[in-house]
């Protein structure tokens, strides 16, 4: 009996006669049933049972593998889009860090050109203020010089009468003066 036969007595599929199946048929067919179960039964039984188990496992094992591979096919897709995102939002931040990079070297720079104009104004402001002190201090000394020249000057003038003053009256008080002799004049000391 072969697997047809098996699934044959399930829906047996009798031809009708008169009073239900006919009775022949269903003898012989129950007969043969018979032998087959004293004989052969056991032996395909169990290898009919395993190979409807191997189809079923079969099948399920086909499921397993394609619902396997679609599970890889969407993780690998959503694993793919994962690290698009990922590497989209790691360059976002990355153009982001760079922009407030350059922003932060613009401030520093002009920062450091302001503190440098600031500190060149300032050592400029010094410069001129220190160039004003030392004209003006220059001046000053200038000026004392010039009044230390008359105060010179003068000074000579004073020195050059009182030269001409003592020698009349050392003229005067030689003994050549005082006898009605008329006295030389001594010569004038030179001029240091």
């Known amino acids: 009996m072969d697997w047809k036969d098996i699934d044959r007595i399930r829906v047996p599929g009798f031809t009708l006669a008169r009073r239900g199946y006919d009775k022949h048929e269903v003898d012989r067919f129950l007969a043969r049933l018979a032998d087959w179960l004293e004989t052969d039964a056991p032996n395909e039984i169990g290898e009919m ?99 230390l020249e008359v105060r010179r000057d003068d000074a000579l003038a004073d020195l050059d009468a009182l030269r001409k003053e003592l020698g009349a009256a050392i003229a005067s008080h030689r003994p050549a003066a005082r006898n009605g002799k008329q006295a030389r004049e001594p010569e004038p000391a030179a001029k240091s």
């Open 49 to 147: 049972a395993v190979a409807r188990k191997l189809e079923l496992v079969g099948k399920s094992t086909s499921h397993i593998l394609m619902t396997t591979e679609q599970q890889a096919s969407e993780l690998r897709r959503s694993s793919e889009e994962e690290c698009a995102q990922m590497i989209s939002e790691a360059e976002a931040a990355a153009q982001q860090t760079r922009d407030a990079a350059d922003q932060y070297a613009k401030q520093t720079r002009a920062q450091a050109d302001a503190e440098a104009q600031q500190v060149g104004e300032a050592a400029a402001a010094q410069a001129r203020a220190t160039i004003d002190e030392g004209e003006r201090r220059r001046a000053q000394i200038e000026s004392v010089i010039a009044d």
